[in-house]
Every structure is written in C-alpha cells, then in structure tokens.
C-alpha cells in the first residue's frame, strides 16, 4: 500500500511540475493548450475510494491553480473529470478492470480502452474549464475549436508518457 502511495505521490509532483514549467509555455495559434496534468487522475488506481479520487482531483487542479492564478478552473474541471471517471470506465468496461491488481493504463488494459478512457476524460475537462475561462457563448464555435484541438494534443501526450513509462510484462 505504501508504494502505491509513493509512486502517485512522485507522479503528483512530476505532473504538477512538467504542467507548470513546460506545458503551460505551450500555447500553439492560442487554440491549443496541453494540460496534461489530468494524467494523475486517469492513473490512479481503480480501487481508490471516490472522496479520495475527488479529494485527489481537486488538489492537483488547486495547485495548477495556484501556479497560473486561474481561481479555481482547474480544480474545478479536475473535480468534475474525477467525478466522471467510474461512470465512464464503466460505460467502455473491460473485464480485466475488475481484478485486484489491474490499474488504468496501457500496460494492463490495452491501447484501445485507454485511448477512449482519455478521450472521453480529457474531452468533459477541457469542455468544463474552456467554458469556464470563457464564461460567454459568445465564441461557442471558437471554444469549440479550443475543446477538440486541446483534448486530441493533451490525449497524445498523456498516451506518449504512459508509453514512455510503461513498465514491461513480466
């Protein structure tokens, strides 16, 4: 149990400081943002208990927050993400999800699940912090554009890292 606290504690901080020193120097033609951040909360474990995965949620997008002087956006677009996250693994279940020892990622579940598992994630975060930023209809096709540009370059960084620190198969 201390390890999986370690590793996400690590991951936490890794995120927070790749998001931050990186990622937020990132803005390409103003439409696209990677925020790949919202990785930490893809990866937790299955097993965590939903206070703690909103809990968890909220304060990585709190310190992001803190860090861009966005007043509570993320954490609020992180919360709802995490709020989203069973209902959405539920609705493109496999069945390898189920046991004890499975986590969210490519390595035991398959490219394909994570791949719609990001998607839908990273899709209903941007779409709630884009409208939250905008706060106005006025550019709905605009921050429509943001929405899906945004989601496709965060999902594949967030694919590319998981990749990148894919444990083999023993």
Same mark, same amino acid.
Do not use: C, D
């Given at each position: 149990m201390s390890k999986i606290i370690i590793i996400n504690s690590l991951r936490f901080i &890794? @995120? /927070? @400081?790749?998001?931050v020193l990186v &990622?937020?120097?990132?803005?390409?033609?103003?439409?696209?943002n990677p925020y790949v951040y919202v990785m930490f909360v893809l990866l937790l474990p299955f097993e965590t208990p939903?206070?703690? @995965? $909103? &809990?968890?949620?909220?304060l990585i997008g709190l310190s992001i927050d803190l860090f861009m002087g966005s007043m509570g956006?993320? =954490? =609020? =677009?992180?919360?709802?993400? =995490?709020? @989203? *996250?069973? #209902?959405?693994? *539920?609705?493109?279940?496999?069945r390898r999800e189920y046991e004890p020892s499975i986590k969210p990622g490519i390595n035991d579940l398959g490219i394909k699940w994570f791949l719609s598992y990001t998607l839908l994630l990273v899709f209903a975060h941007h779409t709630l912090l884009f409208f939250i930023e905008a706060f106005r209809f006025e550019e709905f096709f605009s921050i429509l554009n943001r929405i899906f $540009? #945004?989601? /496709?370059? #965060? #999902? $594949?960084? /967030?694919? &590319?890292?998981?990749? $990148?620190?894919?444990?083999?198969?023993?």
């Open positions: &890794l @995120l /927070i @400081l790749l998001q &990622l937020n120097n990132v803005n390409l033609g103003g439409y696209i939903k206070w703690l @995965l $909103l &809990l968890s949620a909220f956006m993320h =954490a =609020a =677009a992180t919360t709802f993400m =995490a709020f @989203l *996250r069973p #209902s959405v693994s *539920r609705i493109i279940h496999s $540009l #945004s989601t /496709i370059v #965060s #999902s $594949l960084l /967030i694919i &590319l890292l998981n990749l $990148l620190v894919k444990k083999e198969r023993k």
